[in-house]
Each structure stands twice: as structure tokens, then as C-alpha cells.
């Protein structure tokens, strides 16, 4: 048995890809296009595995994508791959209409003619997960209720309004179609092998490197924060027990403003690798212009995944970030590779400009 993973050289898909080779017996075909994102570092200890095949492949090339369907004949497509940072949808959104809405509507071309040319069971069993956000249902304010799968879309960035178009064309595959589909649609991640563009790892590297912590406007905008292999743990249940057609949202339970979020891991530093003039991180925290349109507050009603399908976090906000401090700390290397760029000259070198 085989799935096929898109996006399994970034953040969230590699731990998915990680977790899931330490968990099962079952292979992994790790289709990514290592855009800026795209690590394969984060897999150095699959790479060499007979159950872990990568193929550098664009989710919006259809007749790449055939090939690895038909030659491989995965029982499950599950759909990371997308352009995913708020900020640079800002600055330069058609990549993100190209990877989430056009490559999706691909992908998911792709995915319907080779689940329609299955035998009955493996048609039956055929499984396309697609791995969505919070960010479609907008802002909220302070009180309302955090975001049901019944709230109305309203995605307020471009990257939000690429990922809500993705998510329709999933739903329409499943009823116009009939294809077997999942959506998941989860809070904000953090943990291991995060990009350091993205606040946690940003506010890690810049603490440790001497630079200012930037907080956009006030530091109030709450975010759910959802450890990352909590989200792995509950795509894997999606994937094994989700109802047809059916929408999940992920969340930790976790709302925290950004500014004591900063804070937290200041706090954290301050122990794990005290500063050497005895100073606070914290005094390093630098208030920035804040992000045009900047939603306010997210967080998830994560109470039908549980009720239906049993899932909860592992992690306790505190637990959880404190594991990711400690593993930023441990993988200064990792971090250097990505900040330097080193990381992409080595793909460069393995496959070409
Ligand atoms: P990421 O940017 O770290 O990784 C994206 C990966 O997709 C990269 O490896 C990149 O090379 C690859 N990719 C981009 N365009 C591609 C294309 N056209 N074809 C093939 N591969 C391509 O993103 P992430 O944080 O790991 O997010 C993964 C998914 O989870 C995304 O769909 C995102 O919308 C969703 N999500 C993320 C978060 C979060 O907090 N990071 C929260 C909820 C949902
Ligand atoms: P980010 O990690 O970019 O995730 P998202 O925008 O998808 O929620 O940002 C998390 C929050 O942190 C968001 O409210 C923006 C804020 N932020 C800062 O205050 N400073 C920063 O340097 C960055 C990158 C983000």
C-alpha cells in the first residue's frame, strides 16, 4: 500500500511524511516542487528509505502527476502542497492562484481520472485529503465563537482567498463527481523544521542572532496555536476514519496574542541559553508596522473532529513550544542552511536551476 503526499519537502508535510514512516509500513511517493519552502533536509533521514520515494514535480503539471499515479497506484492523494505565507501573497499573490487554485483544480483533475479508472474496491477505498486553513472563515473579534466548519467563508489575503477557492473545488469534485474526499481545515502550526520567515521560528533565530523581534502593530492579534504533530495525528485519523465529503476543523485550543507568544519563548531563552550580558530576549522585542489587512483573531471549534472521529492535541500549548525551543536550539545548522540559502544551492546542485 502506498499514498501519495504533495508538499512533503515543507513544513507541515514533512513531519506528515517523518511521523508517518516511523508509524507504518506503508511507502510514501513525496511529490514537491522545492519552491523556497521546499527543504528536503527536513527528510535527510528518509531519504535513503526503499519506503520513501521524491519526485520534483509541480502539483499543476497533470501528465507528471498521471505518471506517478499510474506507476505507483497510491490508495490515498493527500494535499499539502501550496504557497503559504500571508505575507508574500501581499506582495506577490499569482504564485498562490497558480500552486492553490490552479494546481489544486490539476491535481484534482488528476486525481479524478486515475479514481475512475480504479477496480471497484480500490475505488471504494480511494481517499483524497486536502489540507486547508482556518484562515477561510476571516477575522474574528474578540467575542465572537471561535470558527465552526458551518462558519460562512470570508478569506480576507490573498493567501486565504487561494486556499478558500482550493477548498470549493475540492467540495465540488466530491459532488459533482463523487471523488472520495476530506477537507481539513486547521489553526496555526508550529514545531519543528518551521521556515523562519513565520513569527515562532523568525522570533527564535532573530532572539539568538541579536536582531529585534518584529511585532506587527500591537502584538494583540490571537492566533490558535496547534503543534505540528498534533496536526499530523489528526490528518492520519481523517484520512482513516473521516465521513465523505466531509469538513474538519483543527485546533489546539490554544489562543494566544502574538505579543505573549513572543514573550513565552523570550522566557524560554532566557533559561534554555540566557543571553551573555544577563539581559532578557524580551528586550529585543521591536513594535513594526503592522500587516495591511491583518485579520485580528482565529481560533477553531475543534469539537466535531473529536466528538466524530475521537482525535485531541497531545500538546498543551506550554508543552509544545517548549519542545520547539529546544529543537531550534538543537538544530542551529538547520537553521543556518535555510537562513544562508545553502540549502537551496544544494538543490540547485541535485537538480539543476
Ligand atoms: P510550506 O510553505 O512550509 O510548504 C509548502 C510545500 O509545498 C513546500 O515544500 C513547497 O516546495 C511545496 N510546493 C509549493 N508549490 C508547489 C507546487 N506547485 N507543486 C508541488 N509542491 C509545491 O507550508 P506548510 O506550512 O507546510 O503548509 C502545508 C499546508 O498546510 C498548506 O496547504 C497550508 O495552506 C496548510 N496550513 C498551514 C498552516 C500553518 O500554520 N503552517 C496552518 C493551516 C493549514
Ligand atoms: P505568521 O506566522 O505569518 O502566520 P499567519 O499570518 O498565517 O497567521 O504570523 C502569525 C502572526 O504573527 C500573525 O498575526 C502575524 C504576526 N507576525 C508578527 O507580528 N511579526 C512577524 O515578523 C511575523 C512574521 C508575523
Same mark, same amino acid.
Given at each position: 500500500m502506498t499514498i501519495l503526499v504533495t508538499g512533503g519537502a515543507g513544513f507541515i508535510?514533512?513531519?506528515?511524511?517523518?511521523?508517518?514512516? *516511523?508509524?507504518?509500513?506503508?511507502?510514501?511517493?513525496?511529490?514537491?516542487? %522545492?519552491?523556497? =519552502?521546499?527543504?528536503?533536509?527536513?527528510? +535527510?533521514?528518509?531519504?535513503?528509505?526503499?519506503?520513501?520515494?521524491?519526485?520534483?514535480?509541480?502539483i499543476g503539471d497533470g501528465a507528471?502527476?498521471?505518471?506517478?499515479?499510474?506507476?505507483?497506484?497510491?490508495r490515498a492523494i493527500l494535499n499539502f502542497a501550496a504557497e503559504?505565507?500571508?505575507?508574500?501573497?501581499?506582495?506577490?499573490?499569482? *504564485?498562490?492562484?497558480?500552486?492553490?487554485v490552479v494546481g489544486t483544480f490539476? %491535481?484534482?483533475? =488528476?486525481?479524478?481520472?486515475?479514481?475512475? +479508472?480504479?477496480?471497484?474496491?480500490?475505488?471504494?477505498?480511494?481517499?483524497?485529503l486536502h489540507v486547508s486553513t482556518d484562515e477561510v472563515y476571516g477575522s474574528l473579534s474578540a467575542t465572537d465563537e471561535p470558527?465552526?466548519?458551518?462558519?460562512?467563508?470570508?478569506?480576507?489575503?490573498?493567501?486565504?482567498?487561494?486556499k478558500a477557492s482550493s477548498d470549493h473545488l475540492v467540495r465540488a469534485y466530491h459532488h459533482t463527481y463523487g471523488l472520495p474526499v476530506l477537507t481539513t481545515n486547521c489553526s496555526n502550526n508550529y514545531g519543528p523544521y518551521h521556515f523562519p520567515e513565520k513569527l515562532i521560528p523568525l522570533c527564535i533565530h532573530n532572539a539568538l542572532a541579536g536582531k529585534p523581534l518584529p511585532i506587527y502593530?500591537?502584538?494583540?492579534?490571537?492566533?490558535?496555536?496547534?503543534?505540528?504533530?498534533?496536526h499530523c495525528s489528526a490528518i492520519r485519523r481523517v484520512l482513516e476514519q473521516g465521513r465523505l465529503g466531509e469538513t474538519y476543523n483543527v485546533g489546539g485550543w490554544n489562543e494566544k496574542a502574538n505579543l505573549d507568544v513572543v514573550k513565552t519563548l523570550c522566557a524560554i531563552l532566557?533559561?534554555?541559553?540566557?543571553?551573555?550580558?544577563?539581559?532578557?530576549?524580551?528586550?529585543?522585542?521591536?513594535?513594526?508596522?503592522?500587516?495591511?489587512?491583518?485579520?485580528?483573531?482565529?481560533?477553531?471549534?475543534a469539537r466535531k473532529i473529536e466528538q466524530e472521529l475521537g482525535w485531541k492535541p497531545a500538546e498543551t500549548f506550554e508543552s509544545g513550544?517548549?519542545?520547539?525551543?529546544?529543537?531550534?536550539?538543537?538544530?542551529?545548522?538547520?537553521?543556518?542552511?535555510v537562513t544562508s540559502g545553502a540549502y537551496q544551492s544544494w538543490v540547485g546542485q541535485q537538480y539543476g536551476a
Open positions: 508535510g514533512s513531519n506528515f511524511v517523518l511521523d508517518w514512516l *516511523a508509524e507504518n509500513n506503508e511507502a510514501v511517493i513525496n511529490v514537491d516542487k %522545492l519552491t523556497y =519552502a521546499g527543504n528536503l533536509q527536513n527528510l +535527510e533521514g528518509v531519504m535513503a528509505s526503499n519506503r520513501h520515494v521524491f519526485a520534483r514535480v509541480d507528471a502527476i498521471a505518471d506517478l499515479l499510474t506507476t505507483h497506484r497510491p503559504s505565507h500571508v505575507d508574500r501573497s501581499i506582495h506577490g499573490p499569482a *504564485a498562490f492562484i497558480e500552486t492553490n490539476r %491535481l484534482l483533475e =488528476a486525481a479524478r481520472k486515475y479514481w475512475s +479508472e480504479l477496480e471497484e474496491t480500490e475505488r471504494q477505498q480511494f481517499r483524497f470558527f465552526r466548519e458551518t462558519n460562512r467563508y470570508e478569506p480576507n489575503s490573498p493567501y486565504s482567498a487561494s502593530g500591537d502584538g494583540q492579534q490571537i492566533r490558535d496555536w496547534l503543534y505540528v504533530k498534533d532566557d533559561e534554555l541559553s540566557p543571553r551573555k550580558d544577563g539581559a532578557s530576549y524580551s528586550s529585543q522585542i521591536t513594535f513594526v508596522k503592522d500587516r495591511p489587512g491583518h485579520d485580528r483573531r482565529y481560533a477553531i471549534d513550544i517548549r519542545k520547539t525551543v529546544e529543537w531550534y536550539l538543537s538544530h542551529q545548522e538547520w537553521v543556518s542552511n
